[in-house]
T-cell receptor, first 110, second 116 residues
Framework: GDSVTQMEGPVTLSEEAFLTINCTYT??????LFWYVQYPGEGLQLLLK?????DKGSNKVFEATYRKETTSFHLEKGSVQVSDSAVYFC?????????FGKGTRLHILP | GAVVSQHPSWVICKSGTSVKIECRSL??????MFWYRQFPKQSLMLMAT?????????EQGVEKDKFLINHASLTLSTLTVTSAHPEDSSFYIC????????????FGDGTRLSIL
């Protein structure tokens, strides 16, 4: 069945480091792909999305490219801040159902 | 835009009590809303899909008599945990989509339910 696999955390980085959180997916159709962020005690916020192959989802600081050939949607940010500490969920949507990865906890050290 | 409000954000109650959680789409109409449950440090588990004016579709293993879902209007869905017990303690999150077709869901802030 459809599934999302993302790197296990926690990931610990120093401030201003480059961030990559890997995400790969398995889907029978043509899913849309998303990254969501969850801050402690809060719900999920949409970070970015991509709806077709080679689309680059971006919110100006985070980005991820929909790679059909490698079935991947890795999240990247050039320079992380302490405020980026959160749990990041990769997700896919097919037939209006959303399937989440297990989440990657990110700790940024000042 | 696309704001989903969930209430209450935190509730503590005694075992055997029924608890109602509301999920509202504030600035859009949501034909479909979703209810998730999240255990500590885990991903979200879809409990049910709620369609306005019809019965909810429950995922396998979710007790429909335990978790009652009502979607009476295009802006409101409710989840009632009936006769709650400590094992029902969890973080419950709702979401809504503006339109169908693999569009992003917009999430409420979640409700932390603690059953004593």
């Amino acid at each position: 069945g459809d599934s999302v696999t993302q790197m296990e955390g926690p990931v610990t980085l120093s401030e201003e480091a480059f961030l990559t959180i890997n995400c790969t997916y398995t889907a029978t159709g043509y899913p849309s792909l998303f990254w969501y962020v969850q801050y402690p005690g809060e719900g999920l916020q949409l970070l970015l999305k991509a709806t077709k192959a080679d689309d680059k989802g971006s919110n100006k600081v985070f980005e991820a490219t929909y790679r059909k050939e490698t079935t991947s949607f890795h999240l990247e940010k050039g320079s992380v801040q302490v405020s980026d500490s959160a749990v990041y969920f990769c997700a896919l949507s097919v037939d209006d159902k959303i399937i989440f990865g297990k989440g990657t906890r990110l700790h940024i050290l000042p | 835009g696309a704001v989903v409000s969930q209430h209450p954000s935190w509730v503590i109650c005694k075992s055997g009590t029924s608890v109602k959680i509301e999920c509202r789409s504030l600035d859009f109409q949501a034909t479909t809303m979703f209810w998730y449950r999240q255990f500590p440090k885990q991903s979200l588990m879809l409990m049910a899909t709620s369609n306005e004016g019809s019965k909810a579709t429950y995922e396998q293993g979710v007790e429909k008599d335990k978790f009652l879902i009502n979607h009476a209007s295009l802006t409101l869905s409710t989840l009632t945990v009936t006769s709650a017990h400590p094992e029902d303690s969890s973080f419950y999150i709702c979401s809504a989509s503006i339109v169908t077709g693999n569009q992003p869901q917009h999430f409420g802030d979640g409700t932390r339910l603690s059953i004593l």
